[in-house]
């Protein structure tokens, strides 16, 4: 097994999924340090030791530490590791460019396609620091609280630097939680941003009460609409069937601790769009995706139905009900087609 170094980290972000990285890392030794844009949060967590908002009743490491000043929190440390939305993605690069040296190595846990481009994270994060920095992503199926309350769990960290790659995960490993590693970046960020548009449409379905068998086809379609666009983005269908997509997957559109899934129910039990997200009151990323992935398909001339259907309810009015019946009613094919 890979003995994990002492890196100094600082984790930008301190919702559910940053907390839970932040104080997994100080658990296994590392030095962290959290930042969050409220100073008065992040002091209420540094006193109860819990992050009330996110992760109500997890205790955090007690080497966890907490920083308001952004200068600080970056300036001091080997590795920035980005926890926030991908719409925020390009502005938080942005903002800590200034304190950063040119050894400072960048991570992400963010899923998603930047808004407005499409592009991939990592081709954002090349165009504000450039393409000769180490570079990382952590995804996979994973939620927060779980990962927070020390629950088994597996995960994949990617990087065109294998070196970096090994050693994040051996950073990130402990008892209970399992990093693997990969060189596929294009391959796991796909997996990781197509997943939340999935997770809407599987809530739907069930939110319309159709059932296993309709969710089990969604999602094994689904996989398919993941692979055909992540190969034409540059990543390997291998790495799809893996944990940053199979597995994320799976994951976002069977268990209503997903946030995607939860507003694909409620918009399937006739929420309209703002009543749905108004009820999940935090980033329903997969709308954002939903948009982006719609675009790339037509751009591409890649075929996925689902992505179009979720497109559909979710930019042009479309019943629910009528996006699944133009789905079902499709001409049929052979499966491998």
């Not at 065109?160 to 970046?185: C, E, G, Q």
Request: proline share 4%.
């Amino acid at each position: 097994m890979t003995t994990a170094s002492q890196v100094n980290t600082a984790v930008i972000g301190a919702g559910a999924w940053g907390t839970a990285l932040a104080t997994l890392l100080a658990g296994n030794g590392q030095p962290v340090c959290l930042w969050g844009r409220n100073a008065s949060q992040l002091q209420e967590m540094a006193a109860s030791r819990v992050n009330h908002q996110y992760l109500p009743g997890v205790v955090l490491s007690e080497a966890l530490r907490f920083e308001s000043d952004l200068a600080v929190a970056v300036s001091g440390a080997q590795d920035l590791l980005l926890v926030v939305p991908s719409h925020a993605f390009r502005q938080a690069l942005e903002s800590v460019k200034p304190y950063i040296s040119e050894i400072t190595r960048l991570i992400w846990a963010s899923k998603g396609f930047e808004p407005g481009t499409g592009r991939l994270l990592h081709q954002v994060a090349e165009d504000v620091l450039g393409v000769n920095r180490p570079m990382a992503v952590i995804t996979g199926p994973t939620f927060a609280l779980e990962v927070a309350k020390g629950l088994p769990t597996a995960l994949t960290v990617a990087s065109a630097d294998p070196s970096f790659a090994v050693n994040i995960a051996a950073r990130l490993h402990n008892n209970t939680f399992r990093a693997y590693t990969s060189m596929d970046v294009p391959g796991v960020e796909v997996g990781g941003a197509v997943k939340n548009i999935l997770a809407i449409a599987a809530g739907i379905s069930d939110g319309l009460g159709y059932g296993a068998n309709a969710r089990a086809a969604l999602v094994t379609r689904g996989l398919t609409e993941v692979m055909r666009l992540g190969e034409a983005l540059g990543g390997r269908k291998e790495t799809l069937m893996g944990l940053a997509g199979l597995g994320d997957l799976l994951l976002t559109c069977t268990d209503d601790q997903s946030r995607n899934r939860r507003f694909g129910l409620a918009l399937g039990r006739g929420l309209s769009i703002d009543e749905a997200r108004a009820s999940i009151n935090q980033v329903v990323e997969g709308m954002d995706a939903a948009g982006e992935a719609h675009r790339l398909a037509e751009s591409l001339s890649i075929e996925m139905p689902i992505i179009e259907q979720v497109y559909r309810v979710l930019f042009n009015q479309c019943p629910p009900r009528e996006a699944v019946h133009y789905l079902l009613t499709r001409q049929q094919k052979a499966e491998s087609v």
